[in-house]
Antibody, heavy 116, light 109 residues
Framework: EVQLLESGGGFVQPGGSLRLSCTASGSDFSTYAMSWVRQAPGKGLEWVSA????????YSADSVKGRFITFRDNSKNTLYLQMNSLRADDTAVYYCAKEWTYMDVWGKGTTVTVFS | QSALTQPASVSGSPGQSITISCTGT?????????VSWYQQHPGKAPRLMIY???DRPSGISDRFSGSKSGNTASLTISGLQADDEADYYC??????????FGGGTKLTV
């Protein structure tokens, strides 16, 4: 069974950048799409982005469009989220998940805190 | 796009059945059979319970069932157990090629 592990979270000032990574176990990473979902403290789930298995097509929520870039390296079984121009309302636990119209495997999440 | 609409909370006694609704529009729930439901216990990652409106992943109890009528999807949990107490979220694919979540429903058993 696939397992996902996020990393790269931390503290950053408004306007700063951070890159999250999500590494998948197993050998079939290139056969499925991947997603990022976030959850602000005490709030519900918010879909952030998705990327098709080849990496050539991505989809993003309006709230992050133009600031966040989703990409993947199938040779390293790794998904990335490059977050630029961070704002206080980007503070959240960020989860990576397998697939995207439904997400059947989730990582444990990594916390991003944007503060001044 | 606005989040899908779910009741903030529902409750039931052990052994009873409850239903959680999730209302959207013809651009999301009503237009596609890509509705899924997630369970989340405090401090834990979400867990997929239902996908494609009514399909259950391997390992999910048949006490959990999903359905859809028009722009509203529903999750029914029968034979409530203490461990079912959690937050539940619906999600749907949209005509903008995005994914929308509901605001979440807190289930108290």
């Amino acid at each position: 069974e696939v397992q996902l592990l996020e990393s790269g979270g931390g503290f950053v000032q408004p306007g700063g950048s951070l890159r999250l990574s999500c590494t998948a176990s197993g050998s079939d990473f290139s056969t499925y799409a991947m997603s990022w979902v976030r959850q602000a403290p005490g709030k519900g789930l918010e879909w952030v982005s998705a990327i098709r298995r080849s990496g050539t097509t991505t989809y993003s929520a309006d709230s992050v469009k133009g600031r966040f870039i989703t990409f993947r390296d199938n040779s390293k079984n790794t998904l990335y989220l490059q977050m630029n121009s961070l704002r206080a309302d980007d503070t959240a636990v960020y989860y990576c998940a397998k697939e995207w119209t439904y997400m059947d495997v989730w990582g444990k999440g990594t916390t991003v805190t944007v503060f001044s | 796009q606005s989040a899908l609409t779910q009741p903030a909370s529902v409750s039931g006694s052990p052994g009873q059945s409850i239903t959680i609704s999730c209302t959207g529009t013809s651009s999301d729930i009503g237009g596609y059979n890509f509705v899924s439901w997630y369970q989340q216990h405090p401090g834990k990652a979400p867990r997929l319970m239902i996908y494609d409106v009514s399909d259950r992943p391997s390992g999910i109890s048949d006490r959990f069932s999903g359905s859809k009528s028009g722009n509203t999807a529903s999750l029914t949990i029968s034979g409530l157990q203490a461990d079912d107490e959690a937050d539940y979220y619906c999600s749907s694919y949209t005509s903008d090629s995005t994914l929308l979540f509901g605001g979440g429903t807190k289930l108290t058993v």
